[in-house]
């Protein structure tokens, strides 16, 4: 059950926080997850909202000793200044992506790698660089119990906005792809509920995503030459039309991928896209 400032336990290790910052992308809020029992790592600590804050430190009872965010967008990182403050925890993430939708305090002390690790007594937290959604984006996968933290990289519920140019469709399928190689049983998303059967999940969303490309190549192959608002209707008539301004963002990045491809092409001038 998601309910604002109250810790829910999810295992032995793992206790959940939901940010107030319920929204039309945010769904029920940004989930901020504690993990660990003696030594407790606070990933995704999420907006600086003060009662959130405060709910974050209550939760870690000065146990705080990591603050690790899998990606800087504003609802899920600027909280780790005022946490890393009031405790004095290693600050762990990637350095801010070069794009206008990013959280530009964020300043970790630990540029975590593909593969490192954060050791506690009592849980390894795997860092796995998962770029797509944005270029610094990582889950980290709690190998104790096969847990992967997957921030923005996969939601309940809903599938994730690929903006660019920070976000690339071509990397996120990628990204989506690795997570086979890895044992993970249960995702814990950025927004919503836990994800049992991780596995199916995964390769759903690649599907799904091919899927869409694929009706990208069919709509200007039917509509000819076209632009994105014409293009939309053809390759989102499954989705409100109220939401096509936001499914225009990865419309945009399945074309980057055809255009990478040398699938499709642009006319610079006027946003025209075909295929070549």
Not at 175 to 198: F, W
Request: aromatic residues 6%; proline residues 7%.
């Amino acid at each position: 059950m998601l309910e604002h400032g109250v810790p829910f336990a999810l295992s032995t290790r793992v206790r959940r926080l939901v940010a107030p910052n319920p929204g039309a992308m945010t769904g029920a809020g940004t989930n901020t997850y504690l993990i660990g029992t003696d030594e407790v790592a606070v990933l995704d600590p999420g907006p600086a909202i003060p009662e959130h804050i405060e709910a974050i430190l209550d939760a870690g009872a000065g146990k705080i000793r990591w603050i690790v965010c899998t990606h800087t967008h504003p609802d899920h990182s600027p909280a780790w200044q005022a946490v890393a403050q009031a405790t004095g925890a290693q600050v762990v993430g990637a350095l801010p992506a070069d794009d206008p939708h990013q959280d530009d305090t964020f300043s970790p002390d630990w540029q975590i790698q593909h593969d490192e690790c954060i050791k506690a007594a009592d849980f390894t937290l795997r860092a796995l660089h998962t770029p797509g959604h944005v270029s610094n984006h990582y889950c980290y996968l709690l190998e104790e119990e096969q847990m992967l933290f997957a921030g923005d990289h996969i939601m309940n519920g809903s599938t994730v906005v690929i903006v660019p140019p920070g976000g690339d469709m071509k990397a996120y399928i990628a990204s989506l792809k690795l997570l086979l190689d890895y044992p993970i049983r249960h995702v814990a998303p950025g927004h919503g509920e836990l994800i049992d059967d991780s596995r199916a999940e995964v390769e759903y969303l690649v599907e799904h995503r091919l899927k869409r490309e694929a009706k990208v190549v069919a709509g200007l192959a039917s509509l000819g030459p076209s632009g994105l608002d014409a293009l939309v209707k053809v390759v989102y008539d499954d989705v409100d039309p109220g939401l096509h301004e936001w499914a225009k963002m990865s419309m945009t990045a399945h074309l980057i991928k055809l255009e990478q491809e040398n699938r499709a092409s642009v006319e610079p001038d006027s946003g025209i896209w075909a295929l070549s």
